[in-house]
């Protein structure tokens, strides 16, 4: 079993090594740092010496790949790749178009993310769950069918919806709580509770119908009747027997997002300002700061890989058949 | 000739999937087995009924795809010029809800312009009054029989509606029985009938910040979707198909490099990927707009580019689905029947593994399409989506949601764009539940053999 | 005293067709009521019903179970779940699926323990490991804290057995408790439901579809067909004088040696579809002696010589019929045609291995093989019929996979009329292979016409399509099947006629030699006859050999000339089919012989198989069978032996007790 994760572990080294190059070939390489430069700066009238200049204080004035100029290990080392791909393996990201560090930024940006993203995330899973379990319990009865019209019907809405329906009539009618900012400490929770029940909300369509889905594959197989001919309850049957097997294809899904809670929800944060990982992402991309945008790329795959790991330990948990092989 | 007819390259790509589509279909229908699930599709009676609801916006959709460009009065050395303005057959036949645009925002039904403006009245006095709209029931002398107008328009509106849909539903009569379908035909060709009555005088929908009327900006944002959910498929497809047939089939070092690469690519968040190649990628439109002699036809490049990228960052999902199939599929004793005879792998994977997991790809694409709806609401909200010229769900509320804080509320720019979205997205939701229920072979059917 | 009694039972789809209907039946204590039918029967449903465990869509629409003094049918679902793994409990066919595979053994033990024994924590336990000791698990103390997955396929049902027992039913029913097992392994499960009974004193209600099952367990006996129970009677009655025309078919249409001169008694076509069912006898349209009044008026049953009987036959006008009628058997006259001729051999295979390496650890390195055929020599005659014989997990697929180049072979030779086939890439027209599961050979997208055609165009047969579909014509024609089927496709076709197709499948290519892997193992037995009569005609029609893989030795004794046991990837004996059969040397093929229940009942004397088949990944070390064999020498633990004639110079074994050569010198 540790083989196997020492193994999961070092195949994450290849695929983020394929994600650093794939991210340097789209920054980089389908557009020249100057064709870049002369975007930013308005499309006409501009003049090669502030190209020049746009592009040295940004430190994209060296070659891509190998600096015939520089020597020996500068060869490799004193060029864009090596500065600005290469070294986001060491989480160092380099500064922003307004000059500010963008390992700083994220470092204090990450709480207010979390403070949304973990509590939409538990109470998430349980009501989608419950939920789920509940349509399960009367599958196949009008309760049930009413259950999946409206998980369809709320997929349909778009999120964005949720979010301006959400702001609209509990802020703006209803005066409960302030339509955006945030606050640290106590004050949090005024500003964080709509946005997280509004998370809740827009997931409950497609996340309760895929649960409902895994909930009815496994109460059609064999085991299930045996647990009924035992003389189980079906409330027993569906909460010690099913709940347990359908754990497994339920983490698939689930651990491997929990890393990327860091990263926060960019509607959710942008919309209600909060000063998260999410809006400094929608602000990077509006500004079109492409250092922000390509570290959150890469910190985005990082958390991404991590939650496959984590996916796999959590199997070990729950399936004693990858566990004890 | 007084126009000329253009082809954008989302035009083009959508002829190519109707004819795909057609060349489809024209095949099912020559074989029972492959018409059986579709029989069943039609047999349910959601089915037919989200189907007709988006075949209404299919055909609004195909009609915006017809473009053309009017020829000037004035011509230069002898050649026709054209105006830059790129219309679509369309355009021409709603004529006046495109042309009769007002100065800035005016509710449903409004005579007069959300806000207040400066003018001489009779006395030569400067009031600030609400102006009346210019065509927004402009044909009323008088203001207060607006109600009863509405009514008597809308009333006549639907009955005409409703006669076209009752003859509609008896020309059908014998193919469909189910008497959903009828009422549902009825009740949409009234509605549709009342909102043709009515937006000849009246701006149904309200106008927005620029006087463009709502109804308008609504019906040409379903093309938009229809596109970014029907020609992102173009690019999946055949990728996830062959590199997921092939992973599966030959394994070993094909399906390494294979699964690398979907794992790669499915690991960076997908709206992050998505943003940093549109952002790429309106770099490289910005930067050379020699390429586009009209801005429609630099807008519809950016769309299709757009589908492009949701295509090459979404194909992941389909492609390892796929591999697993094959893998399933070619333990299957009836390869190993044709791997005995040595038959070509080639024809192995074209005879027996592709028609063996074409109900997958179908569940698949029809699955992604709301999805893909959806999506374009939000990257254009980010700011990563279509051209902000380009008539989108998403531009639509990009630009209406910050007049939520106005007093009174301009809610009527959301409202419509909630509405067509709710109903596009429902409809071809329950229409691939359908062809999911009629397509998968887990699921239980009581015909035949239990 | 009767325990459970069953009265007018109709189990029905939800506003559709009946699926049991109007079933009675009733079972004493401490006796075996079997119920007896092919495939889609409605036996299982019977069971479900019983339980009240439908699944959904399907409903009991009306008559009357009475347990004990328990009217079942009225049972509040409260009420129902005492009675369930209580007084009534099940077992069910697939032991790997039917346990939770995320739970220990302990664990899905007690929970039976507590709900009906009120026994919680340690005592639950110590109680869980007296009943695994009790189901015959030697290890039980280690066995109750482990998962499924760690379990062989008997040790689960062993499992479920004593799952089972826990709440000390009055009533076990087992659903084909044994039709997922291999024949030694069969023989110990039954065995042990045997000695359970009779400790406890328990009913039990046996489903299956094997004769030789009934006959070895059951005290009375019903036969169902098509939801209906055509005929009841003791076992002995059963056997000796079978009253209904389906029953005494069944028995006709089994193959054994004695009928291996003759065509089986196949019963023609296949069983009904459920819904397709109108008036009259449901056998009917199968029966040889329905007459009209078979058609038109659905018999009642009769009561003969206290046998139940559902047949007009047994009626006025029908015993005139009957008593004009031949016997029901076919007079056993041995005509064996299986002389003991050394021909020159069309395939010669010399030492044959598959290997499959096993990767283990950081960087996946091999670490072992997995031996899956591991030095097989054999030959087959033009004309003949070898039989390749072995429990699952023997190599026997593996096999003839390699045979074709399925798979690749790890060493050794096969000669196909004197050119070698391992490494050679052509020569693929002259062996083909007909598979097991006649649903998975067939490619669901394909016509008939597309599937039959494959092989040709691959191979280059027939000059123009005109002159293939002349070809497709007769081979439809030779297996049986009308012409106009080849535009039809497979979904269209019953299991029987899916079979044949396969057979003119690989046929289309003139093959000398079928390799034929278990072709009716997936099929009822009246269908199972139709198959081998068909091969048995193709082989004397167009002198065609086969290499017949299968695990049913009573087919063996009806279809092949000669025998190769194979036990872990080697072959333990070889000879042919009246030598091995009649007279096995080898004490693998002894046991493997005594477990296959007889439908004669006569007593036979039991070679019990001890435990199961050890890993091909691990084999023991000397002779593979040492651990299990009940005649072990110091020796065979050591060595692996060497095969060695036994009397007569076809009949070799591979064992330790039979030393040196036997035969007496004939040059």
Redesign the interface.
Known sequence: MIAYLIRRILYAI??LI??NL??FA??FV??TPD??A??QLG?KRVTPEAIDKWKQQRGYDKPLFVNSTADGAGTFTDTIFWQKSASMFAFDFGYSDDGRSISREIATRMGPSLAIAIPTFLVGLVVYVSFALMMTLFRATALDMAGVALC??L???????YI?GG??LVS?LWHLVPISGYAGGADSFKFVVLPIIIGVVGGIGSSSRWYRTIFLDEIGKDYVRTARAKGLSELRVLFTHVLKNAMIPILTGVVVVIP?LF?GS??TESFFGIPGLGSY??DA??A?D?SV??A??FL??VL??TG?ILTDISYTVVDPRVRLQ | MSFMPVILWSDALVFLLISAISTGAFYVRKR???LLPWKRVARSSVALVSMLVLSVFLIVGLLDTLHYRVALPQSSNGEKVYSPEVLSAFDKLVGPLRTHTEKTYSAPFALHLYAKESMTDAQGNVVREYPRLQYGGAHLADESGRDADVLKRALVGMLAGSLVGVMLAWLLRRRYKQPALTVTLVVLAALIGAIINLSAVYHVLGTDKVGQDVLYLSLKSIRTGLIIGTLTTLVTLPLALFLGVAAGYFRGWVDDVIQ??Y???????S???I???V??M???I??H?EWFDTSAARADMRLVALCLILGLTSWTGLCRLLRGETLKLRE???I?????????SM?ILS??IM??VMHIILIALVMDF?ALV?AE??LS????GVDPSMIS?GTM?NGA?LE??REP?VWWS?ASA?VF??VL??A???FA?AVRDAFDPRL?R?E??? | MTLLKVDGLVTR?RG?AA?VDDISFQISAGETFALLGES?CGKSMTALSLLRLLPD?VENSSGTMVLGETALHALAEREMQEVRGGRMAMIFQEPGLSLNPVMTVGEQIAEVLSLHKNLKGEAATARSIELLTQVGISDAVRRVNEYPFQLSGGIKQRVMIAMSLAGGPKLLIADEPTTALDVTIQAQVLQLLRETQQQSGMAMLLITHDLGVVAENAHRVGVMYAGQIVEQATREKLFSKPLHPYTQKLFSALPDARRSGHPLAAIPGSVP??GSISTGCRFAPRCDRAWDMCHEKTPEWHVVEDCGVRCHLYQDAGYQILEADIPYMHSPDKKLNLETRILSPLLQVDDLRVHFPIRKGLLQRVVGQVKAVDGVSLAIAQGRTLALVGESGCGKTTLG?AL?R?VQATSGSARFADRELIGA??E?ASM??V???PF???????RVAE?LE??MS??KIGSDSAARQALLDELLDKVGLERDSKWR?P?EFSGGQRQRI?IA??LA?SPQLLICDEPTSALDVSVQAQILNLLKSLQEELGLSYLFITHNLAVVEYLAHEVCVMYLGRIVERGTTQEVMRSPKHPYTQALLSAVPRIDGAGREYVRLEGELPSPANPPQGCHFAPRCQNVMPVCVKIFPEMNAVETRSHTVCCHLYPTDFIPDLD
């Open positions: 290849p695929i394929g994600v794939l991210t789209l920054f389908v557009n064709d870049m002369r975007m499309i369809v019907f997929m349909s809405v778009s999120g964005l919806f301006i702001q609209f703006k990327l990263m960019l509607l992402t929608i991309i509006n079109q492409f945008v390509r959150m790329v985005g795959s991404y890989i496959l | 029972e087995h492959l690398y690469i794992t790669v690519l499915s690991s960076i968040p709206v992050l990927l943003a940093a190649a952002l790429m309106q770099v490289t910005d930067t707009p299957m004793e009836y190993q029947a044709a791997q005995a005879f040595g038959v070509s024809r005879r027996h028609p063996n709301s959806l609401a939000v909200y980010v700011g990563v769900f509320i949601r939520m804080g509320v959301l909630f979205m709710l997205v429902l071809a939701n329950l539940d239980n009581t035949g053999s239990v | 789809l559709g699926i889609g869509g579809m459920l996979k074709l399925l890439s052509e693929r083909q292979m598979f097991q599961d998975a050979s067939l490619n669901p997208k394909m599937i494959e092989g691959a191979l496709y979904h396969a499948r690989a290519v």
